[in-house]
């Protein structure tokens, strides 16, 4: 959410930085709406004003012996008209505040401008693309021959968009999970939580989700409680409403979390496989920190997701998010995109921003500078995937599949499979 008095003042310029980003807003009601608060704040500035005068003529008139009640029912004229004007007026920041919600956050002047997702800039990549004597198999079809993925019957019991994994699948999911939080907390110093998968709408409101992307949200029937899309919502939400103090900065946590996606807009794509899901495992990785370090803190949380792909030893690359493929609340995003030999091609696996204040402020996550004086100021936020759990079980079935229909496990995931070296037919 962009600073209120910002954006009263500055709508034009907000609307220029944002350019197609910012399409779906409805900038004349934002500017109509501004212009009318500005209007009412001064009509009741006014009548304040005037209210005040009113008093004190009425209490110089008490003690002069002069008649009041004239006097006394024009005050309360203005007292009425002030709470006529006063409701008008809340009335007009609820609207404004409600359009305010669903204006995105703007992007840093590192971003590299662009309209979709082929403006994105690669930055670097890591490990080599394999080579294959026969075409590479997709995911789907080594789980399946394993028996470790059952497509069919999680549609029996849920429907389509939904997996069932069996035996040494769940195993390896469960794997992945220990050893991804395993590295975070002990290796790279965030704290875990494990927190709830169903949020209240203020949660949600703040990190960006709603209000504008309630349709993309599974609700509650009977309740105004959602199923979170990433653990980035509750966890973001530890610190709603606080004040943190500068010498506990940055925050560092992570949280394995089950997620929950209605993958409204993604019809016909991926619809086999693991890729996308609407219900999927991910070890979310979130900061908090001063706005001085929180680009630091960017490469920082990057590189520990990064790490995690390099000890399975699959190759991925970094890509910097253009201005028009950047999501609605982050102010500069990379993207990890891991190789896919049975695409043959980089896919997603993680998604690290930095939110600046846009969630704080929408949350009200504020610290109090160490210097003297200070007076607090909002927390810059900052997430990503470290990783996508089902994302990262496709590339292990993939780059580690063997001629004999089995897969080999990375040896860093070894102990966790309880020595367990290869995945074969159950």
């Known amino acids: 959410m962009h600073d209120p008095k910002y954006l009263r003042e500055n709508t034009g310029l907000i609307r220029t930085a944002l350019g197609a980003r910012g399409r779906d807003v409805p900038w004349d009601a934002v500017q109509k709406l501004s212009e009318e608060r500005r209007a009412l704040t001064t009509q009741v500035e006014q009548l304040r004003h005037e209210l005040k005068k009113g008093s004190d003529d009425v209490a110089r008139r008490r003690r002069t012996g002069e008649p009041t009640d004239e006097a006394v029912e024009a005050m309360k004229r203005v007292g009425d008209r002030i709470k006529e004007i006063e409701g008008r007026l809340r009335e007009t920041e609820d609207a404004l505040n409600d359009l305010a919600l669903r204006i995105p956050n703007l992007p840093h002047q590192t971003v590299p401008q662009g309209s979709d997702s082929t403006h994105n800039v690669e930055v670097r990549r890591w490990g080599a693309v394999p080579s294959f004597a026969a075409p590479p198999k997709p995911h789907w079809e080594i789980g399946e021959a394993l028996g470790i993925l059952d497509f069919d019957r999680a549609a029996k019991i849920a429907g389509a968009r939904f997996a069932l994994l069996r035996g040494a699948g769940a195993r390896l999911e469960r794997a992945l999970i220990d050893y991804m939080l395993d590295l975070h907390t002990t290796g790279h110093g965030y704290q875990e939580v494990l927190p709830p998968v169903i949020v209240n709408r203020q949660t949600m409101t703040g990190t960006g989700q709603l209000p504008k992307f309630e349709d993309d949200l599974f609700r509650l029937r009977d309740e105004d409680w959602f199923l979170i899309p990433t653990a980035e919502v509750p966890v973001t939400n530890l610190h709603r409403d606080e004040v943190l103090g500068e010498d506990v900065l940055p925050l560092r946590y992570t949280a394995y979390t089950p997620c929950f996606r209605r993958e409204a807009g993604s019809y016909g794509k991926d619809t086999r496989g693991l890729i996308r899901l609407h219900q999927f495992n991910k070890v979310e990785l979130v900061a908090f920190t001063t706005p001085e370090q929180s680009y630091q803190e ?47 091609q980089y896919r997603e696996i993680s998604s690290c921003s930095n939110f600046e204040a846009f969630q704080a402020r929408r949350a009200n996550i504020k610290y109090r500078p160490a210097r003297k004086d200070a007076k607090p100021d909002f927390v810059h936020t900052l997430n990503g995937s470290g990783l996508a759990v089902g994302r990262t079980m496709v590339a292990i079935l993939e780059h580690y599949q063997q001629p004999d229909g089995s897969v080999l496990i990375p040896e860093a995931l070894r102990p966790y499979m309880g020595g367990k070296e290869r995945l074969t037919k159950e």
């Open 298 to 344: 960017l490469e920082r949380l990057t590189g520990h997701a990064e790490v995690i792909l390099q000890s399975l030893n699959l190759p991925y690359r970094v890509v910097a998010l253009c201005t028009g493929d950047l999501g609605f609340s982050a102010a500069k995003t990379y993207d990890i995109e891991v190789w896919l030999p049975s695409q043959g």
